[in-house]
C-alpha cells in the first residue's frame, strides 16, 4: 500500500523543516503550526499555491512538491521526486 506524501513519516519532517526555515529567512509564516504534524503536513500538501523544495546535491532533486506543485507541473509525486 502506497501512502499519500503527507503520511509518510520523512515528509512529515520534511514539512516541519519547510515551515521553519521558512520562517527563520522570511520572519513570516507560510502556514500556521498549531495542529499535529500529520495535520500540519496535510495542510501543506493542500494550501492554494505551490510548494517546492529540492535537496543540496550539485544537481539538485526536488524533494518536495505539494498537489498545486503537482498539478502546474502535470507530474505525479514520484515523477516530481526525481526531476532536476
Same mark, same amino acid.
Request: charge should be negative; aromatic fraction near 14%.
Given at each position: 500500500?502506497?501512502?499519500?506524501?503527507?503520511?509518510?513519516?520523512?515528509?512529515?519532517?520534511?514539512?516541519?523543516?519547510?515551515?521553519?526555515?521558512?520562517?527563520?529567512?522570511?520572519? *513570516?509564516? #507560510?502556514?500556521?503550526?498549531?495542529?499535529?504534524? /500529520? =495535520?500540519?503536513?496535510?495542510?501543506?500538501?493542500?494550501?492554494?499555491?505551490?510548494?517546492?523544495?529540492?535537496?543540496?546535491?550539485?544537481?539538485?532533486?526536488?524533494?518536495?512538491?505539494?498537489? *498545486?506543485? #503537482?498539478?502546474?507541473?502535470?507530474?505525479?509525486? /514520484? =515523477?516530481?521526486?526525481?526531476?532536476?
Amino acid at each position: 500500500m502506497n501512502q499519500p506524501p503527507w503520511e509518510q513519516e520523512k515528509i512529515i519532517l520534511h514539512t516541519q523543516n519547510l515551515l521553519y526555515s521558512y520562517q527563520h529567512w522570511t520572519g *513570516k509564516l #507560510l502556514l500556521g503550526t498549531d495542529g499535529l504534524p /500529520e =495535520e500540519i503536513s496535510y495542510q501543506l500538501f493542500e494550501v492554494p499555491f505551490a510548494v517546492v523544495s529540492h535537496g543540496t546535491e550539485a544537481d539538485p532533486i526536488f524533494n518536495y512538491g505539494n498537489r *498545486k506543485a #503537482l498539478e502546474q507541473w502535470e507530474l505525479t509525486w /514520484e =515523477e516530481f521526486t526525481q526531476m532536476r
